[in-house]
């Protein structure tokens, strides 16, 4: 049995009136390519948004590594390992691709602000390493040659693998992956399941969101589906698209 590196257990979220996740059981085994499906509105974001601290669930509990995540401040969870993309690009578009990168990396330096006031010898001498990783995860995936123009220059696809490459900067343990193949073409879209195969390969769990289900058929070890806040099946991808209650909740009854 798989060492489970994330456990959800009766997970709730609640605008108003409206339960957005309702009491949600979820489990993510170490080293896998665990997909989180479903149809628009179904919860999808909102599970990342409390497993990563932009949102406090109303109840539940999150352990990761088996540490609790719920109530600790977005920069701790990240510090702990846990890094993510978004489904609108969140760049610095006016800071070029190597700095975008170089702000993921910052997370693992140890000068602080005051360092970077004074820039001692030793913040010298962090800020090279921090730029040759920058530079490394960038040739990772595969925009090496771009390291100079300013980030708000790439086309969405190659937005999407920088932001890719700034998370793996950070060194993460897991990293979540929200519709990463959103608005690419067929061949960015197969780039895509490759550089989330290479990235699971170095030993990095992947949790993703994501509607291009020929996608997520190829690369996942696990689905989930959640329809309405609530978990409805869980299985292999074989699994889950025979399951009757999937088919309708994404064609109809």
């Given at each position: 049995m798989n060492e489970r590196?994330?456990?959800i257990r009766s997970l709730r979220k609640?605008?108003?009136?409206?339960?957005a996740v309702k009491d949600l059981d979820l489990s993510v085994d170490r080293g896998s390519i665990t997909a989180l499906i479903g149809p628009n509105g179904a919860g999808k974001t909102t599970v990342f948004h409390m497993i990563t601290g932009f949102l406090r669930p109303t109840r539940g509990d999150i352990t990761f590594d088996g540490a609790v995540l719920q109530g600790r401040p977005v920069y701790t969870i990240a510090e702990m390992g846990i890094a993510r993309t978004f489904q609108n690009v969140q760049i610095f578009s006016n800071m070029s691709v190597l700095e975008n990168v170089m702000?993921?990396?910052?997370?693992?330096s140890r000068s602080g602000f005051l360092g970077s006031l004074l820039v001692p010898p030793f913040f010298r001498r962090e800020e090279k390493e921090i730029r040759k990783a920058a530079a490394r995860w960038l040739e990772f995936v595969g925009l090496g040659d771009q390291a100079r123009l300013p980030a708000g220059s790439l086309p969405l696809g190659s937005q999407r693998m920088l932001e890719i490459a700034r998370a793996l900067a950070m060194e993460p343990g897991m990293i979540l992956l929200d519709e990463p193949a959103s608005g690419l073409n067929a061949r960015e879209t197969v780039a895509m399941g490759e550089l989330v195969r290479e990235i699971r390969e170095m030993g990095i769990t992947v949790v993703l969101v994501e509607h291009d289900m020929e996608l997520v058929m190829d690369i996942s070890d696990q689905v989930n589906v959640i329809n309405f806040g609530s978990l409805i099946a869980r299985?292999?991808?074989?699994?889950?698209q025979a399951n009757p209650e999937v088919i309708a909740a994404y064609l109809g009854e």
């Amino acid at each position: 049995m798989n060492e489970r590196i994330l456990e959800i257990r009766s997970l709730r979220k609640e605008f108003g009136g409206v339960v957005a996740v309702k009491d949600l059981d979820l489990s993510v085994d170490r080293g896998s390519i665990t997909a989180l499906i479903g149809p628009n509105g179904a919860g999808k974001t909102t599970v990342f948004h409390m497993i990563t601290g932009f949102l406090r669930p109303t109840r539940g509990d999150i352990t990761f590594d088996g540490a609790v995540l719920q109530g600790r401040p977005v920069y701790t969870i990240a510090e702990m390992g846990i890094a993510r993309t978004f489904q609108n690009v969140q760049i610095f578009s006016n800071m070029s691709v190597l700095e975008n990168v170089m702000v993921g990396r910052h997370l693992r330096s140890r000068s602080g602000f005051l360092g970077s006031l004074l820039v001692p010898p030793f913040f010298r001498r962090e800020e090279k390493e921090i730029r040759k990783a920058a530079a490394r995860w960038l040739e990772f995936v595969g925009l090496g040659d771009q390291a100079r123009l300013p980030a708000g220059s790439l086309p969405l696809g190659s937005q999407r693998m920088l932001e890719i490459a700034r998370a793996l900067a950070m060194e993460p343990g897991m990293i979540l992956l929200d519709e990463p193949a959103s608005g690419l073409n067929a061949r960015e879209t197969v780039a895509m399941g490759e550089l989330v195969r290479e990235i699971r390969e170095m030993g990095i769990t992947v949790v993703l969101v994501e509607h291009d289900m020929e996608l997520v058929m190829d690369i996942s070890d696990q689905v989930n589906v959640i329809n309405f806040g609530s978990l409805i099946a869980r299985g292999t991808p074989r699994e889950v698209q025979a399951n009757p209650e999937v088919i309708a909740a994404y064609l109809g009854e």
